[in-house]
Nanobody, 126 residues
Framework: EVQLVESGGGLVQPGGSLRLSCAAS????????MSWVRQAPGKGPECVSV????????YYLDSVKGRFTISRDNAKNTLYLQMNSLEPGDTALYYC???????????????????WGQGTQVTVSS
């Protein structure tokens, strides 16, 4: 079965850094676009970053551009999100998701063939 297991979240002060990881299994990771989606309390899901299957093309939400970096290691079936200069507004539950969720959200659709992890909590507070 498909499994996406996020890790690396935690409590960090504003300006700090965190590196999220997503261990994937049960599907052909190297052929799948991947996304990081976050959801803050009382808010809807927000796609923060997308990377194509080969790792040659990326997308970032404007508010995180220049601060976050998405990457992947297909040999390890692992997706990463390096988060620097964290702000309180970055506080959310971060999900690893298959597919291009930025495009999906722009189209206003939820694709039934995509998979979501359980999420890892990121809290930015002093």
């Amino acid at each position: 079965e498909v499994q996406l297991v996020e890790s690396g979240g935690g409590l960090v002060q504003p300006g700090g850094s965190l590196r999220l990881s997503c261990a994937a299994s049960g599907f052909t990771f190297g052929s799948s676009d991947m996304s990081w989606v976050r959801q803050a309390p009382g808010k809807g899901p927000e796609c923060v970053s997308v990377i194509n299957s080969g790792g040659t093309s990326t997308y970032y939400l404007d508010s995180v551009k220049g601060r976050f970096t998405i990457s992947r290691d297909n040999a390890k079936n692992t997706l990463y999100l390096q988060m620097n200069s964290l702000e309180p507004g970055d506080t959310a539950l971060y999900y690893c998701v298959t597919g291009d969720q930025a495009t999906a959200q722009a189209m206003g659709i939820i694709r039934g063939d995509d998979y979501w992890g359980q999420g890892t909590q990121v809290t930015v507070s002093s």
